[in-house]
């Protein structure tokens, strides 16, 4: 069986993420999941680990739950963390630009560049284009829309001068606020999104009722044990709750609401 925590894993909190696997992993054994990998997968295509028949524990993003993960993993649990904007599951994307762009609201970025982390991303992308199809014009806002790979390098190409504006989801911006003040200290929030459930926990599609069970319930006591709360607090974990998969379908009424809005695509 294979893990992996590939989300938030930023540079700094590579030996946090790596702790907190090791207390979740314990608290998995003790109720009795079987095959817990000692260590997280982190060589993968992430693409292969998500839909593997040996994943055991992961998380995605939202977009590709409802798009290319549909129908493909089990989504076994949201995490809720301690961040404004995270109540009860959700999250949304803050919109970032320099400290010293004079913009006072979205309108103001008509024509300027932004750097997405990728196309299939939920915070950096999906929301944007949301927040940002009231005020296209024939299905274009922005002058140049470049793709970063990553959530951190759209905030350095914003801070460097290389884009103007992205949009990056709250977690990230305050872990990084923590492990990367020089940067964040750069930039500055315009606005926020619309809030949408925050990035699932996800196992294998064909798991058993049994051992989906086993799996939430290890999550919850690795999040109850108070051994563990320097680490959870580390990575600003602050709960879990179980929803519906059809709580997921407010990421497609997102994208659907821009598209009708004549704005498919960022642009």
Known sequence: MRASLPMYELPGLEAATDAWWTGLAAALRAEGVAEVPTHLTRAAELSELWTAADLLFSQTCGYPLTHALAAKVTLLATPVYDVPGCAGGLYRSEILLRADDPAEALSALRGRRVAVN????????????????PLAAQGGFFGEVQVSGSHLASMTSVAQGQADVCAVDCVTYHLLKRTEPALTGRLRVLTSSAEAPALPYITRRDIGAEDLRRLRAGLAR????????ELRAALLIKDMVVKPLSDYDRILELEAAAAAAGYPELA
Do not use: K, M
């Not at 990728?118 to 199809?133: E, F, K, N, P, T």
């Open 222 to 229: 690795a999040i109850a044990d108070p051994a563990l709360a």
């Open 118 to 133: 990728a196309r299939d991303s939920q915070s950096g992308y999906s929301a944007l284009r949301h927040a940002v199809a």
